[in-house]
């Protein structure tokens, strides 16, 4: 699991800072050659872009569950 905090970071954080992007999706998550399940969840536009990214890693789209909230 990973933790990132897009705006501002306490003193002492030694996560990751910004938005979940490509670059961060492809560092931390598991290799689709280990068959893995992802979920994702939180606003539309969020969950949409991350379920991409990890389709673009080699994710099956159907290994991928997502569950949106908020505006659509």
Not at 36 to 52: D, Q
């Amino acid at each position: 699991m990973a933790y990132t905090l897009t705006r501002s970071q306490p003193p002492g954080w030694t996560g990751y800072s910004g938005r979940v992007d490509a670059a961060m999706l492809a560092g931390i998550a598991w290799s689709a050659s280990q068959h893995p399940l992802a979920f994702v969840c939180g606003p539309t536009r969020f969950v949409e872009t991350v379920a991409e990214e990890l389709v673009a890693l080699g994710y099956p789209p159907g290994r991928v569950k997502t569950e949106r909230f908020g505006a659509t």
